[in-house]
Nanobody
Framework: QVQLVESGGGLVQPGGSLRLSCAAS????????VAWYRQAPGNQRELVAR???????NYADSVKGRFTISSVNAKTTVYLQMNSLQPEDTAVYYC?????????WGQGTQVTVSS
């Protein structure tokens, strides 16, 4: 079992920045892939950024050049640095981890971009 706790969400003005964090605990020795997803009201959950088991990063086209995913300590902590935030980035952001062949989700953190 892996438990995930996200933090760092909040209200920010357009053009601002936020850094989300996701801390893993439990069976953390088996973490392979880590990712951030988001879900806006009325929309499906979508992939924002991902680090593969081999360390390759991928981003949604909508966030390329603005968001950066990173991890430390064998992916037990994952960050999402979000710059140049826009109102369309407003969503609940979720951390997802693959460990031991299972998928684990965090509880989500709200990001609201508004003036």
């Amino acid at each position: 079992q892996v438990q995930l706790v996200e933090s760092g969400g909040g209200l920010v003005q357009p053009g601002g920045s936020l850094r989300l964090s996701c801390a893993a605990s439990g069976s953390i020795f088996s973490i392979s892939t880590v990712a951030w997803y988001r879900q806006a009201p009325g929309n499906q959950r979508e992939l924002v950024a991902r680090i593969s088991s081999g360390g390759i990063t991928n981003y949604a086209d909508s966030v390329k050049g603005r968001f950066t995913i990173s991890s430390v300590n064998a992916k037990t902590t994952v960050y999402l640095q979000m710059n140049s935030l826009q109102p369309e980035d407003t969503a609940v952001y979720y951390c997802r981890v693959t460990a031991g062949g299972y998928l684990y989700w965090g509880q989500g953190t709200q990001v609201t971009v508004s003036s």
